[in-house]
């Protein structure tokens, strides 16, 4: 990508409406834009990286065996009479009236639907298990939308949804999304810390909310410190392996997590000091097993290897895309900007020319902009003819990991720089050398 056809819409002076960093830097590079309260629009910048975070997700949902598909945004009020969730939702549903009068909403979750869907085709526990996902907008009309996309009233979800014959089944179900996540959010260069979550009226110890440590976090959150050096599961792990994901699960549960609403101040006592941990955090993962809790009011029952039929017992798996974004800023920046982790960075590096109209440095560039791009990098070229020092600003400021500086001076004796923007470390190399290290 040229820089100078690209849309890259910089602000130079801080958004005084923004209170955290990660929704600071996201608007000063033109990342987002706010359409109304809450709502946001995705731009160029963000765009790329919202979309490689959910290639991130998608790989290791489809890992864990579950299956993409893709279900509306609107939803009739009906399947939610059936659930007995439509009168229960309150203000946070968004409620809407078609031209027959019908009234619809728009999802802030999908438990019903995909209910629905199930029951109308899978009669057989021969099925299963099944997990079906998508990765879809959903709206909550929060009653305070803040921090960006952070907590918008238009967001991003990938939500799975579990069927298993069994409760046993529905626990290895469980843990394959537990699995996925950990593997997901490393990935992203994040370490989320599951928490033993409020599972409401179902009870039992299956609700686990995967949170991000942060000072600006809205959770308050309390855990054993060893979590830092726990094994993210390798990506050849058997998902089959019941007793294997079992022992995963064990390992990551064995010291104590909790959110505020599930913190128990005489366990956590227990711990010693320099191990204890009090802080704050982003939920930024959220797994849930229910049973039967919609499959029994909405009648999603299969026959079992009995002749019986069997209500199934479901489980539902919500990862926010559009928070994750901010929450990775929030874990990686510094005063001169994003510094995004390779795995999600909108570019993979950024050519510089720091003479445009030079014939020598025009040359250089371009021969490095092809020659990474033919290897299948995704390359910002910046030719405008911007100061060197606005060159360099924006290279920071917009977080890419490599940037390649072609100055007239190195470029004569066929030469250019690289810097890395999170160590800063630079080092200068023959072009031949540079295109070899990037590709
Ligand atoms: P919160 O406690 O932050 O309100 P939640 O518990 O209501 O979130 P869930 O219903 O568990 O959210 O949804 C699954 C995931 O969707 C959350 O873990 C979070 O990553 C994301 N999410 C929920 N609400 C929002 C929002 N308003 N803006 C952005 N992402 C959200
Ligand atoms: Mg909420
Ligand atoms: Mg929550
Ligand atoms: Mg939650």
């Given at each position: 990508?040229?820089?100078?056809?690209?849309?890259?819409?910089?602000?130079?002076?801080?958004?005084?409406?923004?209170?955290?960093?990660?929704?600071?830097?996201?608007?000063?590079?033109?990342?987002?834009?706010?359409?109304?309260?809450?709502?946001?629009?995705?731009?160029?910048l963000?765009?790329?990286?919202?979309?490689?975070?959910?290639?991130?997700?998608?790989?290791?949902q489809?890992?864990?065996?579950?299956?993409?598909?893709?279900?509306?945004?609107?939803?009739?009020?009906?399947?939610?009479?059936?659930?007995?969730?439509?009168?229960?939702?309150?203000?946070?549903?968004?409620?809407?009236?078609?031209?027959?009068?019908?009234?619809?909403?728009?999802?802030?979750?999908?438990?019903?639907?995909?209910?629905?869907?199930?029951?109308?085709?899978?009669k057989?526990?021969?099925?299963?298990?099944?997990?079906?996902?998508?990765?879809?907008?959903?709206?909550?009309?929060?009653?305070?939308?803040?921090?960006?996309?952070?907590?918008?009233?238009?967001?991003?979800?990938?939500?799975?949804?579990?069927?298993?014959?069994?409760?046993?089944?529905?626990?290895?179900?469980?843990?394959?999304?537990?699995?996925?996540?950990l593997?997901?959010?490393?990935?992203?260069?994040?370490?989320?810390?599951?928490?033993?979550?409020?599972?409401?009226?179902?009870?039992?110890?299956?609700?686990?909310?995967f949170?991000?440590?942060?000072?600006?976090?809205?959770?308050?959150?309390?855990?054993?410190?060893s979590?830092?050096?726990?094994?993210?599961?390798?990506?050849?792990?058997?998902?089959?392996?019941?007793?294997?994901?079992?022992?995963?699960?064990?390992?990551?549960?064995?010291?104590?997590?909790?959110?505020?609403?599930?913190?128990?101040?005489?366990?956590?006592?227990?711990?010693?000091?320099?191990?204890?941990?009090?802080?704050?955090?982003?939920?930024?993962?959220?797994?849930?097993?229910?049973?039967?809790?919609?499959?029994?009011?909405?009648?999603?029952?299969?026959?079992?290897?009995?002749?019986?039929?069997?209500?199934?017992?479901?489980?539902?798996?919500?990862?926010?895309?559009?928070?994750?974004?901010?929450?990775?800023?929030e874990?990686?920046?510094?005063e001169?900007?994003?510094?995004?982790?390779?795995?999600?960075?909108?570019?993979?590096?950024?050519?510089?020319?720091?003479?445009?109209?030079?014939?020598?440095?025009?040359?250089?560039?371009?021969?490095?902009?092809a020659?990474?791009?033919?290897?299948?990098?995704?390359?910002?070229?910046?030719?405008?003819?911007?100061?060197?020092?606005?060159?360099?600003?924006?290279a920071?400021?917009?977080?890419?990991?490599?940037?390649?500086?072609?100055?007239?001076?190195?470029?004569?004796?066929?030469?250019?720089?690289?810097?890395?923007?999170?160590?800063?470390?630079?080092?200068?190399?023959?072009?031949?050398?540079?295109?070899?290290?990037?590709?």
């Open positions: 990508m040229r820089l100078s056809r690209y849309f890259l819409p910089i602000l130079k002076e801080n958004p005084k409406e923004a209170e955290i960093v990660s929704h600071r830097l996201m608007l000063r590079t033109g990342m987002i834009r706010q359409q109304s309260q809450g709502i946001y629009s995705w731009l160029p963000g765009k790329r990286v919202l979309d490689k975070v959910n290639a991130i997700i998608r790989e290791e489809n890992r864990a065996g579950a299956i993409e598909l893709s279900m509306p945004t609107l939803q009739s009020a009906e399947l939610w009479q059936e659930s007995g969730r439509y009168e229960d939702y309150g203000k946070e549903m968004l409620r809407i009236r078609d031209r027959q009068d019908r009234p619809m909403l728009y999802g802030p979750t999908n438990e019903e639907m995909i209910t629905d869907i199930f029951r109308s085709s899978v057989s526990y021969k099925s299963l298990p099944l997990n079906l996902y998508h990765i879809q907008l959903k709206f909550r009309d929060e009653i305070r939308p803040r921090f960006g996309t952070m907590r918008s009233r238009e967001f991003l979800m990938k939500d799975a949804y579990s069927f298993d014959l069994t409760q046993a089944d529905a626990i290895h179900s469980y843990n394959k999304m537990f699995v996925a996540y593997r997901t959010f490393d990935r992203l260069g994040l370490r989320a810390i599951p928490m033993r979550a409020d599972t409401g009226p179902i009870g039992g110890n299956h609700s686990h909310e949170i991000i440590l942060a000072d600006t976090g809205e959770s308050e959150v309390f855990c054993h410190k979590f830092v050096d726990f094994d993210i599961p390798s990506v050849d792990t058997d998902f089959d392996d019941v007793n294997g994901l079992q022992s995963i699960f064990d390992k990551w549960t064995s010291v104590y997590a909790a959110t505020s609403e599930m913190h128990d101040e005489a366990a956590f006592d227990t711990i010693s000091d320099a191990d204890r941990l009090s802080a704050r955090g982003i939920e930024v993962g959220h797994i849930f097993y229910f049973g039967t809790k919609y499959s029994e009011p909405m009648g999603a029952k299969v026959q079992g290897p009995d002749g019986k039929e069997h209500l199934v017992h479901m489980g539902s798996y919500g990862i926010g895309p559009t928070r994750l974004v901010p929450a990775i800023i874990a990686s920046h510094d001169n900007g994003i510094i995004w982790p390779a795995s999600v960075a909108p570019f993979d590096a950024v050519v510089i020319n720091m003479k445009a109209g030079d014939e020598a440095c025009d040359s250089t560039c371009e021969r490095l902009y020659a990474l791009q033919n290897a299948g990098k995704d390359v910002l070229y910046d030719d405008t003819d911007d100061r060197a020092g606005t060159k360099f600003a924006t920071d400021l917009i977080g890419v990991p490599v940037q390649v500086i072609a100055g007239p001076r190195a470029v004569a004796a066929g030469e250019v720089e690289l810097k890395d923007r999170k160590t800063g470390a630079r080092e200068t190399l023959t072009i031949e050398a540079a295109i070899n290290k990037l590709t």
